[in-house]
């Protein structure tokens, strides 16, 4: 039986290259990551350093799980085990679950090892002798009851920040992301046995931040500038100077952690958040004995710090204030990339609640992980809290991974594998002045610049840019491939066939190069594919000229390379599997207080994202009660007389900055202001078409937000039975803006009557008249306006959505 190879030598850093140290907050370990955690720290991390490996630099990726501090003795005394067990089990599931995400570290540790204590100790003796530390006597709540002092997350109770009163655990508010001491807390709570605590004195050691703050702004003014600080990044650590900033706690009267150097401190800890970031100090030196080359050559190594916006201020004032406070050369964080939050369908992602998917459910979906990171790539809260749900997921992996990267990569190499007669044979073709056919020419230019906007969003951090644009050249790749109509060049004309199956076999290939930090395992297979080695293929750096050769993507693969067996990339995710992971993954009825609501709810946010038709279903069948009188109307059944459509004009309509099949318009609805609308009809309408248009516009719906941008209005459309068209409702050009659009034959008042049909909302529809037009009705009963009937131009028997 053969032994596994041993791991490669530790890197260092080499001189005269760019070095770069990476690392993502170290997750706690006391439960399961779920996927607003992944991709708030380890994922975003890892695509960084995946870029970097790409480009060439010389780069490490460290990160680890923190497993100190309250958070695990709470969890260890739920699970009636020790804090050393419980590290020990989630720490192996964390391992596991990044393995399956394709998450490569360099090195991933833990906090509790011999070199975090030996690191540890070594700062605070620093601090020690520089005099930035101070004794002081603090109160503290105590459980008689547990015979011990109650650390920050064994108290809960009320939020004392007025406009908030939420609950709150004893170290923040999650509301509200204040701050808190235990002792500040409405009505604490022992989290253990339930009995208020009383307040007792205990003496603790401080760090002086107010004597560290000269240098410490000195610090962020001249950082955040150079490092390109995100905003939020900024913002909080701002908010924290702007508050004044006051001695700090380093120690906790718990057992479970970093012991105190000190005589008087011997049976305290160093509080968490003092000893967790010097985690990524500790975990380096586990992984090389070489570790002060990384973490003290500020001149030769840039640090990168990715992480959730709740732990900006511990990572631009905390840490940077110790290190300052050693007065030593140590390696200071450049670059901060902070994310807001993901939240899950129509609530939050709560791992104490159980909501959302967490990292091994995703395995569990049987959804391959290049979709997951996906996914989560393009949708990373990089400036505002964005959304996951069900729908949006299937729509990105049908409409952008099926239909456009992949559909452009199994098209050119399925036809290149095709028999002589047929295609090549699966031998790529010489493609002699190929810069002299016109439209390949073209695509070289706009390839080119594209790779320039990636490598420039990429340097600065910007993963969700740099994604889009990946995939803006599979678009241009498919357009190419169209345009050219290679299958009648193959008969007609074979020199010209060859240049454009050539470059867009380059094109492959510089998509499995530009997209590997999002997809590695994709990236792989499409290598496969092509028949070329990952290992030795795989690079994307001037220093070897592959930067250069996008602006001649037909000299990326040579000509007379066999390629390997094409298949297809990706599997449609269909709608009976999304709603039963929907169902699946809705969380306990015990956390919701009524999962039919919840879910009700989740699927209406949902259902606005995916652009679907306005019904709420098929009507209910309504039950009898007792004495023969049928039941109130649901409340999801809407009747006529409750739907306020409208009349407007199209002022601006602009794509979505951060949805490709989506619009933003603002529409005149007869008004003060116009509303802005978002519609999912980019595949359907040129933007040219949507702008000055008149539109019928549903006005009372609740607003909704989608992908960050609030949507206060929809405007009515008509698709035929299988969305392959779809038009707009359009009232006639001479109706009145902000004119109430009503139904012939039908007042609108809540008590008439429809032609003896009922008046619940349950379809409308797009109905070919006696005359030939193509009207848009409600049943049977034509949209009106005082000017005429409201139209439908192409749709034949289709439903208005």
């Known amino acids: 039986m053969e032994s596994s190879p041993p791991p490669p030598p530790p890197k260092l850093p080499i001189p005269g290259r760019r070095n770069i140290l990476i690392t993502s907050a170290l997750p706690y370990v006391n439960n399961v990551p779920h996927l607003g955690n992944i991709i708030g720290c380890v994922l975003s991390a890892d695509v960084f350093a995946r870029y970097c490996r790409l480009r060439g630099y010389n780069a490490i990726y460290i990160c680890g799980t923190d497993e100190y501090g309250t958070a695990t003795e709470t969890k260890a005394m739920e699970e009636k085990c020790t804090p050393k067990e419980i590290s020990d089990k989630y720490h192996a599931i964390h391992r596991e679950v990044y393995k399956w995400f394709n998450i490569k570290f360099d090195k991933f540790g833990r906090t509790s090892s011999p070199e975090q204590t030996e690191v540890c100790h070594s700062i605070f003796h620093k601090l020690m002798e520089n005099k930035w530390l101070t004794e002081n006597t603090m109160q503290q709540l105590y459980c008689d009851t547990c015979q011990r002092f109650l650390a920050d997350r064994l108290v809960e109770g009320t939020c004392p920040n007025k406009v908030c009163n939420a609950s709150a655990r004893g170290d923040q508010c999650e509301t509200c992301s204040t701050l808190l001491n235990p002792t500040e807390l409405i009505d604490p709570k022992c989290k253990v046995c339930k009995n208020t605590p009383r307040i007792r004195d205990t003496d603790h050691l401080f760090l002086e931040l107010p004597l560290l703050k000269d240098k410490l702004v000195d610090y962020i003014n001249e950082t955040s500038v150079a490092g390109l600080w995100s905003q939020n990044a900024i913002q909080a650590t701002n908010a924290w100077l702007k508050e004044g900033l006051k001695p700090r706690c380093i120690t906790r009267d718990l057992k479970w952690g970093v012991p105190v150097p000190h005589e008087k401190y011997k049976d305290k800890v160093f509080y968490v958040w003092f000893d967790a970031p010097i985690g990524y ?13 990384w973490w003290k050559d500020p001149d030769n190594v840039e640090l990168f710090q990715f992480m959730g916006k709740d732990n900006v201020p511990f990572h631009t004032i905390m840490f940077p204030s110790t290190l300052l406070g050693t007065e030593e050369k140590w390696t ?39 979709v997951w990171r996906y996914y989560l790539l393009m949708n990373r809260p990089e400036a505002s809290d964005t959304l996951f749900t069900w729908a ?12 456009n990267l992949g559909n452009f990569i199994n098209r050119v190499l399925s036809f290149v594998a095709k028999p002589a007669g047929a295609g090549y044979d699966s031998i790529v073709p010489d493609a002699s002045n190929a810069e002299s056919h016109s439209l390949t020419k073209v695509l070289a230019e706009k390839t080119s610049k594209w790779v320039e906007q990636y490598l420039d969003a990429m340097e600065k951090v910007k993963l969700k840019q740099g994604l889009r644009i990946a995939m803006a050249i599979s678009s241009d790749g498919n357009a190419y491939l169209q345009e050219s109509q290679f299958w009648r060049l193959y008969k007609e004309d074979s020199a010209a066939c060859a240049i454009v199956i050539k470059t867009s076999v380059g094109l492959v290939y510089l998509l499995a190069c530009l997209l ?27 220093e070897k000229g592959e930067v250069a050769k ?29 709603a ?17 609501a919840a879910d009700a709810e989740a699927n209406k946010v949902a259902n606005k994202l995916k652009g679907t038709k306005l019904s709420g279903g098929p009507k209910k069948e309504q039950k009898k009660q007792s004495g023969g009188s049928k039941s109130k109307t649901s409340e999801a059944d809407i009747t006529i007389a409750k739907l306020d459509i409208r009349v407007g004009l199209i002022r601006k309509a602009e794509k979505h900055p951060d949805a490709d099949s989506l619009y933003v318009e603002e529409i005149d609805v007869g008004e003060d202001a116009p509303r802005t609308v978002v519609s999912g009809l980019v595949k359907f309408i040129p933007l040219e078409e949507m702008q000055n248009r008149k539109v019928c516009v549903l006005c009372n719906l609740k607003p909704v937000a989608m992908r960050g941008i609030k949507s206060h209005a929809m405007v009515l459309a008509a698709s035929n039975e299988d969305h392959t068209k779809v038009e707009l409702v359009e009232p006639p050009e001479s109706a009145a803006i902000g004119e109430r659009v009503t139904f012939a034959g039908y007042s609108g008042e809540p008590e008439a009557s429809l032609s003896g049909k009922s008046k619940t909302w349950e379809k409308l529809a797009a109905e070919l008249h006696s005359n030939g037009e193509l009207v848009a009705c409600y049943k049977d009963v034509p949209f009106t306006t005082s000017a005429g009937v409201c139209k439908v131009k192409t749709i034949a028997n289709g439903e208005i959505r």
């Open 281 to 293: 100090v500790s975990i380096t030196a586990s992984y090389t004995p070489e570790w002060e080359k």
């Open 332 to 370: 200071m964080m450049k670059t901060i990339s902070v994310t807001e939050y993901l939240n899950y369908e129509a609530g939050k992602f709560s791992k104490s609640k159980g909501i959302g998917v967490f990292g091994n459910d995703a395995k569990d979906t049987d959804i391959p992980p290049e």
């Open 392 to 403: 949006d997921l299937q729509a990105k992996l049908n409409n952008e991974l099926l239909s």
């Open 516 to 542: 590997e930090p999002f997809m590695p395992s994709f990236s792989e297979e499409v290598l496969r594919q092509l028949n070329l080695s990952p290992e030795e293929s795989l690079s994307f750096s001037e």
């Open 550 to 578: 996008a602006k001649s993507p037909w000299d990326f693969v040579p000509a007379g390379h066999k390629i390997g067996k094409p298949a297809p990339l990706f599997k449609e995710l269909k709608d009976e599997t999304v």
């Open 580 to 596: 039963l992971h929907r169902e699946k993954y809705a969380g306990s009825q015990a956390e919701r207080s009524s999962k039919a």
